[in-house]
């Protein structure tokens, strides 16, 4: 019976041991899971913070980046402002310089102006008395040249006239020119043909009579020669040099009319054979002389052969 209790106190105070153990086990996990759950809180409050953190970060570096951007585009505008306000300084700087200079160079240039105005005025008045005295040269050196062409022109007038003779504007006119003995003379109509007409020494054929302008188109043989005048006018003299004779032919048309033109041949009264050979002229013989009788047609005057003179 005692051992019973001993063995019951003994049970006893094990089972309080183990008691005692077991609730030190359970406050040792109670303490465990609140440190765990304060732990939890606690890194979940940090992550939280963290995360705050981080936005507030990236909202003040786009903050700090607007700033920076809007600083650089200010500090811009006030570089090119410095620089504008540098360059019109400068330019109004070389204005200023060079009004200066423009005066000094006005002022020398109005100086030198003056002395190369005095110069240009002598010179110029020198150069009006030069032209003066050369248009009064060119106007006398005119005047003798017109006067030397109008004595020319006299002189081979006269020296013609003198040689071939004058133009005859009517029979009267011709006659006259025949009384001088010089020339022989041919008076002839000649009608508007294909044919070619023998007047004194030549052949001639009328192609053309312009009555409205006064003029005619005449082809002539000479020496073998066919040769052409056009347009000739009124009163107009052709000259003919042949081999036959001294002096040239000379023909002239004094009257136009539809399809005839009335004049006369103009030929030497001698050969130059005739001249080399004779000693006086007594014993000359006419040109005409030569002409064989036949030699003009119906129309045609024969000339009539003053004395020799």
Do not use: C
């Not at 089972?15 to 979940?44: C, D, E, H, M, S």
């Not at 003040?60 to 505008?77: P, W, Y």
């Not at 160079?105 to 110069?119: D, E, L, P, Q």
């Not at 020496?223 to 032919?249: A, C, F, G, M, R």
């Amino acid at each position: 019976m005692q051992e019973h209790n001993e063995f019951n106190e003994q049970d006893d105070r094990t089972g309080a041991t183990v008691t005692g153990t077991n609730r030190w086990l359970v406050i040792a996990v109670i303490a465990l899971l609140g440190i765990a759950v304060v732990a939890f809180g606690y890194g979940y409050q940090q992550q939280t913070m963290v995360g705050h953190l981080t936005a507030q970060q990236t909202v003040a570096d786009s903050t700090i980046s607007q700033m920076q951007g809007q600083l650089n585009a200010v500090t811009s505008k006030l570089n090119d402002m410095t620089a504008a306000q540098q360059a019109q300084a400068e330019a109004q700087a070389q204005a200023e310089a060079a009004k200066q200079a423009n005066n000094k160079t006005t002022a020398g240039a109005a100086r030198t102006g003056a002395k190369r105005a005095s110069v240009t005025d002598k010179r110029y008045k020198q150069l009006q008395s030069q032209l003066a005295e050369q248009q009064k040269q060119l106007k006398d050196t005119q005047e003798l040249v017109a006067k030397n062409r109008s004595d020319l022109e006299g002189n081979i007038s006269s020296t013609k006239d003198e040689l071939n003779g004058s133009i005859a504007r009517t029979h009267e006119e011709l006659v006259v020119l025949q009384k001088r003995g010089e020339r022989n003379y041919t008076e002839f109509d000649l009608m508007k043909a294909k044919q070619f007409q023998r007047i004194g020494p030549i052949t001639l054929s009328l192609r053309k009579a312009d009555t409205k302008h006064k003029n005619y188109d005449i082809e002539m043989i000479v020496d073998d020669n066919q040769l052409t005048k056009k347009k000739v006018n009124l009163y107009e003299p052709i000259w003919i040099h042949t081999e036959n004779e001294s002096q040239p032919v000379q023909i002239v048309v004094n009257r136009i009319e539809k399809n005839l033109i009335h004049g006369y041949v103009s030929a030497p009264k001698y050969r130059p054979s005739e001249l080399a050979n004779s000693g006086t002229a007594s014993t000359l013989t006419p040109v005409a002389a030569h002409v064989p009788a036949n030699g003009n047609d119906s129309q045609t005057q024969p000339s009539t052969t003053p004395p020799q003179q």
